[in-house]
């Protein structure tokens, strides 16, 4: 005669149940552990940021890309890169697999102290141009990237920040194709050091 | 007779692999580089 367990009522067999009912008592048991962990996890729907990977930035490097970024697994991402600094003040652009067309963007941006703001930005241009900013003192690259996965157009927004002004930046890249990479291609010079942190945006 | 050496070409990084650009690459370095423009807002 089997019994069951406190809290969750996982069934489970005595001690004077047939040896050969081992295997079946074994799969109810199991079967009862993932239902309770299936609830309790949301059934792996998670919500909030998920770390999927990080990529250290070498030394004096030109461009730096990342594979296997994008999956299935969410429709949007985070991104953000702590602790490298440019070689010169620089803009850090951004392109998708091997695509080096019909990108838009604009950045709409206002000098520290002052009023008003001044935009810019590209129709069909070779990358997202203005995805972020920095200089010798450091670069500051915090963009969040829409379905880059899906074979559909992919927008980003993000915050252009360097020594002397302040903006957001935002575009779309107007060719509906599934990429699982992404480049970093700084304006002039050269990136080095720091962390490149790739996160998931959750479903539910 | 003395020879120069070629310059090195800028490095490229593909996840934690870092090389120099092949040809091909810097040709399309220098062609981004030549078009790119100055980043906003002057430097200090």
């Known amino acids: 005669m089997s019994g069951t367990t406190t809290n969750y009522a996982w069934t489970y067999p005595t001690s004077t149940d047939y040896v050969k009912d081992g295997a079946s008592a074994i799969q109810t048991l199991a079967t009862g552990i993932d239902t309770t962990l299936g609830t309790a996890l949301n059934n792996k729907v998670r919500s909030g940021l998920t770390l999927i990977k990080t990529q250290t930035i070498g030394s004096a490097v030109s461009s730096v890309t990342v594979t296997n970024a994008f999956s299935a697994t969410y429709n949007n991402y985070k991104i953000v890169i702590t602790g490298c600094v440019g070689s010169t003040s620089l803009d850090i652009g951004v392109q998708f697999g091997a695509s080096n067309t019909g990108y838009y963007q604009t950045v709409l941006y206002a000098n520290y102290g002052t009023t008003g703001t001044t935009s810019d930005g590209q129709t069909n241009y070779s990358q997202y141009r203005y995805a972020a900013t920095g200089d010798a003192n450091g670069i500051h690259f915090d963009i969040d990237v829409f379905s880059p996965f899906q074979a559909a157009y992919t927008r980003y927004a993000g915050k252009y920040i360097n020594a002397t002004i302040q903006g957001n930046s935002g575009g779309m890249h107007k060719v509906a194709t599934s990429y699982t990479d992404f480049t970093l291609l700084p304006s002039t010079g050269t990136l080095t050091g720091g962390t490149i942190a790739i996160y998931g945006y959750g479903l539910a | ?44």
């Open chain 2, 1 to 44: 007779m003395a020879t120069t050496k070629p310059a090195p070409k800028p490095l490229i990084q593909i996840d934690d692999e870092i090389r120099e650009m092949t040809d091909e690459e810097f040709a399309l370095y220098q062609e981004q580089q030549a078009n790119a423009p100055a980043p906003l807002g002057a430097p200090e």
